[in-house]
């Protein structure tokens, strides 16, 4: 996300990402794939194709590419899960207050402030 918010409107291929940042091709067709279905990239085909931002970087935040992957904020399982000990278990406020704050944090970091 962060080579296509420097690349500003030209498109780029997953096999340049994957060069430039030394990722799995592989990897990057699954992540982009996940990207593309949450509308946070489009794909443009044909010689000079690739994807490209479907919006600005500046209304990106990492907790919406964070979900577009499906990639879990929280810190432990049982804050996002059902957990029968939940009403019982001391650290559970704990541990809800700390993945709100986190979920909180990485909302208000946009990929714009990546690329400065």
Request: charged share 30%; glycine share 6%; net charge positive.
């Amino acid at each position: 996300m962060i080579v296509l918010a420097k690349e500003k409107d030209k498109t780029c291929s997953i096999r340049v990402i994957s060069e430039k940042e030394d990722i799995s091709f592989g990897y990057l067709e699954k992540i982009f794939s996940k990207l593309e279905k949450k509308g946070l990239v489009l794909s443009k085909r044909g010689v000079s194709g690739g994807y490209i931002l479907s919006k600005s970087p500046e209304k990106i935040s990492l907790k919406d590419i964070l979900d577009a992957v499906n990639e879990s904020v929280f810190m432990v399982d049982c804050v996002n899960k059902y957990c029968p000990r939940n009403s019982t278990c001391g650290a559970s406020k704990a541990w809800k207050k700390v993945n709100k704050q986190l979920e909180e944090t990485l909302s208000s970091i946009k990929l714009s402030q990546l690329i400065k």
